[in-house]
């Protein structure tokens, strides 16, 4: 990617291909709700070529018959910003992304409530001439708060077409459309640029030198501070014709804002709100998992019943439907768990918290900024990796995805659900929580406190040369949209279920045909398993794993669900299952365990050691993939796996050795 | 930039301003081009008027609204930028 000029975007005439759209803006103006107001929701998400940034791109149909693509760019305060967001925005405007387009339109969405800083993108966007039109929204809170925009004004100040639009209620859609498409139909030519330099200023000469978008070098601090002063300055002078204040209620920072952030209420208002979201995962989850479970156990007896006795039925019985069945009996607790983290992202407390975590944080090397990327990775460290992206500084980042995965993503959930369910019992402690709720959040807390020891440690090793900031907008504490939320968590479920019906069942496969093959002798007394390619592996690597209170199925579970997690709780159910075609013994996984817990072959002491080893360990090939992604190294990316492999081992000896001894 | 004599009694830099204080930005001093470049895009610059909203525990993060919205910078980031408290 260069930062070069391009050649400048074609015309709807000179191309046969449907024109594309871009929409940018600041975060929190309101770009996104417009991108699904104008798409119907009806979108892709994709990656951009070579980096993860996210791109979502839509149809969008415009009056006089034509159809453009419409993309949806990443938040951006400037062209000239420094973090991988705001520079992908850059070269994706200038056509300088191999495999993208340079859009044929710009359509630049403005905060009525917030013009000054956002005329600021705008300034530049005019400098780098692209073709454009402006989105005024919340034209209604602006009216609200006494902020009166005239649009026409701002217009023809800046030489821009300016829509004042409400994209919540949908409200100058259709005159935005007809915009683009007059726009798109009759392109403006030329448009002054650099309207904010005074010819007769001393700077003037060596600033028009530069073009706006070459900013990203290195400059003197003196002309970027010079450029903007002056930026601002005619951005002023434009803003007291266009806009007047009248009975001004600017918008005092709200109570709840004030509660939220206090030094009193902050905290423990924080930790009730995970408190919550974890007993809200086992309580209100338990009905649908149990539904499911015995759907699928239902599933299983059914086919054997039915189908004629071989091969096939017992992979299906034995192998596919349990495999693939355990695995989706957690789609309500990842529900449960992408619809609070969306809650939380959506009303703008993350921020709240980034904002009281920050001073912890800092302490271990990290910035508060990095809260939502690993808070994201509780869910999955897939998307709590691609979210490091908006942090600026590079050693601040590497830092975030190196402890990311140890956040207790939600396909350890299903590992630590069984276990605790097959040897905690249901108690309530103080007659309100739950024992199981609370060693849940033990491993989520343990994995926590790991991620902060090695973002110490590592930020030890890569002591920093570069600078270090932490400046985050808070955007303003809202009622969360609930369709917005909820159409996250369906992506979310949905993709969960892609992998479980394909990464999953192939696994279940693969798993089932090495826990059947070879077949016993006809004279073999003992378990057929065992002497299957399952149980060798298992065998194999059961003296490494006897200090730690696992046996070979346990062991041949852990080779297995190397390239996801949840395959763990598959494996094991298969190795458990197979060679008990004895009729209806089709049981769950977690009775089976509950049942080897009484007969004493599955200790507590052993339960908790895999919690505490999947706490740690790096079993999750799409983590790898991204990290390696990101990184841009394999480097970083084995150094990851070796480290969380060694600490998850080293955890679970101690845990097991532990445990025997008081337990 | 130059810092106007008068007024340099009453200079400060953001940190010792009060919650709830209002103040006039003067100057961004001796700051990390990558930083620099990020305040300014913000809104931070000269002439801006700031309004401290809330502080975190020792003093950092520091929340200051401005031009219609909410930042948050650390006490580190906050001490580049002098200001001049208005009564």
């Known amino acids: 990617m260069t930062s070069s000029d391009k050649s400048p975007p074609q015309t709807l005439q000179q191309s046969s291909l449907s024109p594309t759209i871009a929409l940018v803006g600041n975060p929190n103006c309101g770009k996104t709700t417009l991108f699904n107001s104008l798409t119907g929701s009806n979108y892709k998400v994709a990656n951009y070529p070579g980096v993860t940034v996210e791109k979502k791109t839509g149809t969008l149909t415009l009056p006089h018959g034509i159809s453009a693509s419409l993309i949806d760019l990443p938040g951006t305060y400037a062209l000239s910003g420094t973090s991988l967001d705001e520079k992908i925005v850059t070269h994706l405007l200038q056509g300088s992304i191999t495999g993208e387009v340079a859009p044929t339109l710009v359509v630049a969405v403005i905060d009525a409530t917030n013009i000054e800083r956002n005329l600021f993108l705008i300034s530049e966007l005019i400098d780098a001439k692209f073709p454009l039109i402006i989105a005024l929204n919340m034209m209604d809170i602006a009216e609200a708060q006494g902020i009166k925009v005239y649009s026409e004004i701002l217009a023809r100040s800046l030489d821009v077409p300016v829509i004042p639009i409400i994209a919540r209620s949908k409200k100058g859609l259709d005159d935005l459309k007809l915009s683009i498409a007059r726009e798109l139909l009759h392109p403006t030519r030329s448009r002054k640029a650099f309207g904010w330099l005074p010819e007769s200023h001393a700077l003037a000469p060596a600033i028009s030198k530069i073009s706006c978008v070459a900013q990203h070098g290195e400059l003197d601090p003196h002309l970027i501070t010079a450029i903007a002063t002056l930026r601002y300055a005619w951005i002023r002078s434009i803003v007291s014709k266009a806009v007047r204040i009248e009975n001004a209620k600017p918008p005092s920072p709200s109570k709840l804002d004030a509660i939220l952030t206090s030094k009193i209420w902050g905290l423990p208002i924080f930790f009730g709100i995970l408190a919550l979201m974890f007993q809200s995962l086992f309580m209100w989850a338990q009905a649908p998992m149990e539904l499911i479970s015995s759907i699928v156990e239902a599933t299983s007896s059914w086919l054997t019943g039915v189908l004629p006795s071989g091969m096939l039925t017992r992979l299906l019985a034995e192998g596919i439907v349990p495999g693939v069945g355990n695995v989706i009996v957690f789609v309500p607790q990842i529900a449960i768990l992408f619809f609070f983290i969306g809650i939380l992202e959506d009303s703008g407390y993350l921020s709240r918290a980034a904002f009281l975590l920050d001073n912890f944080m800092k302490r271990f090397g990290l910035q508060g900024r990095a809260f939502i990327p690993l808070l994201s990775s509780m869910a999955c460290a897939v998307p709590g990796i691609l979210a490091t992206r908006t942090i600026p500084t590079k050693i601040d980042r590497l830092t975030t995805i190196l402890v990311a995965p140890l956040m207790g993503c939600s396909a350890r959930l299903p590992v630590y659900t069984v276990l605790i369910a097959a040897t905690i019992p249901p108690l309530y402690v103080g007659g309100w929580f739950s024992l199981q709720a609370l060693v849940l959040l033990g491993m989520y807390l343990l994995g926590i406190s790991g991620a902060c020891v090695m973002a110490w440690l590592f930020n030890k090793i890569l002591r920093r040369k570069e600078s270090c900031f932490f400046v985050m907008e808070m955007p303003p504490i809202r009622k969360p949209v609930v369709r917005v939320v909820l159409r996250n968590v369906y992506d979310s479920v949905l993709s969960f279920l892609r992998n479980a019906t394909t990464v999953i069942l192939a696994c279940s496969v693969i798993i089932w045909f090495l826990a059947s093959f070879p077949k016993p002798s006809e004279h073999y007394q003992g378990n057929p398993v065992e002497i299957s390619f399952a149980g060798r592996m298992g065998k194999l690597i059961e003296p490494a794993i006897r200090p730690l209170g696992f046996n070979w199925e346990i062991g041949f579970s852990i080779i297995a669900s190397f390239p996801a997690r949840e395959v763990f709780v598959t494996s094991l159910s298969t190795v458990l299952n197979v060679g008990h075609d004895d009729g209806d013994d089709h049981r769950s996984l977690i009775k089976r365990l509950q049942d080897k817990n009484q007969e004493g072959s599955f200790s507590l002491a052993t339960a908790l050691a895999l919690m505490v080893f999947y706490v740690f360990a790096c079993q999750c090939m799409s983590t790898l993939a991204v990290c390696r992604r990101e990184t841009g190294s394999w480097r970083w990316t084995l150094g990851m796996f070796g480290y969380m492999t060694a600490l998850a081992y080293v955890a679970a000896l101690l845990t097991y050795q532990i445990g025997i001894r008081i337990l | ?87």
């Open chain 2, 1 to 87: 930039m130059e810092v106007i004599t008068e007024t340099v009694q009453t200079q400060k830099d953001l940190t010792a301003v009060q919650v709830g204080q209002r103040a006039i930005i003067s100057a961004i001093k001796s700051c990390p081009t990558d930083l620099l470049r990020k305040l300014v895009s913000m809104g931070l610059v000269a002439g801006t008027e700031v309004r401290v909203t809330q502080r975190g525990f020792f003093g950092s993060p520091i929340n200051i609204h401005l031009l219609g919205s909410v930042l948050s910078l650390r006490s580190a980031e906050a001490a580049h930028i002098q200001v001049q408290p208005l009564v």
